[in-house]
């Protein structure tokens, strides 16, 4: 697949600085420091609007930083599905906010679990493609987000169903059956996420998958449980 030729420079998305914080410029972890990625221009307005959602909606408003790895990246892509070497992916490894507020760093989701969930549920009110924590281990330490797939849930896809056990277990303290977080959307997990959103379920055919708005509803309210909002900034 051609490169893009239009790339625009990411300063800021949603006027959040952007930074870089991998060896040599920086420890992971860390702020980092500014840099000007590059992604295309469809991309971006999908990134700014997604951040434009978490300020909205956010206890702590607009992040100060949005630490990634990496978005455009100039290498070969032969089979046409590197979405890095298409300038239409972002790595984000932390958001951060003004102290006293902890920074979000994606490595220390399991101790973080509601805001990092929280987040990746708007993440993915935006894009079809998240993976993260308990996808795999190559995503413990960032969000891997493009725009290659449609905005919704498949039961076939196991990031998403990562996404959905682990916020069932660990945002809404549900039991999702003895096998865990295995990545099948089995009897128990279905059962969880209807719970979730107080979903009618009719024998064995309801699934999550029937309707985008159910989708929504469980996206939302993970991310009010899992950062405990008061009131609900979509009402």
Not at 52 to 80: H, K, Q, S, W, Y
Request: net charge neutral; proline share 9%.
């Amino acid at each position: 697949m051609p490169k893009p030729t239009t790339l625009v420079r990411c300063p800021t998305l949603a006027q959040v600085p952007v930074h870089y914080s991998r060896p040599p410029v920086a420890p992971y972890g860390e702020r980092g420091k500014a840099r000007r990625p590059r992604c295309t221009p469809e991309f971006k307005a999908k990134l700014e609007a997604c951040l434009e959602e978490l300020r909205r909606v956010c206890p702590l408003g607009r992040p100060e930083v949005l630490v990634t790895a990496g978005m455009f990246i100039d290498r070969p892509d032969p089979n046409g599905t590197d979405r890095h070497a298409q300038g239409t992916a972002v790595d984000i490894d932390s958001l951060w906010w003004g102290e006293p507020a902890l920074p979000l760093v994606t490595k220390r989701a399991p101790y973080d679990a509601g805001r990092y969930l929280g987040v990746e549920a708007v993440l993915r009110m935006h894009f079809g493609c998240v993976l993260g924590h308990w996808y795999n281990r190559p995503h413990e330490d960032h969000w891997h987000v493009d725009d290659h797939e449609a905005v919704g849930f498949r039961a076939s896809s196991k990031a998403r169903v990562a996404f959905v056990q682990a916020s069932c277990l660990y945002v809404h303290g549900l039991d999702i059956g003895p096998a865990g977080l295995d990545k099948i959307y089995g009897r128990d997990t279905r059962a969880a996420v209807a719970q979730v959103i107080h979903a009618e379920v009719d024998g064995t055919d309801w699934s999550l998958e029937r309707d985008p708005g159910e989708w929504l509803a469980f996206l939302r309210a993970t991310f009010l449980q899992g950062w405990g909002c008061a009131e609900d900034p979509w009402a």
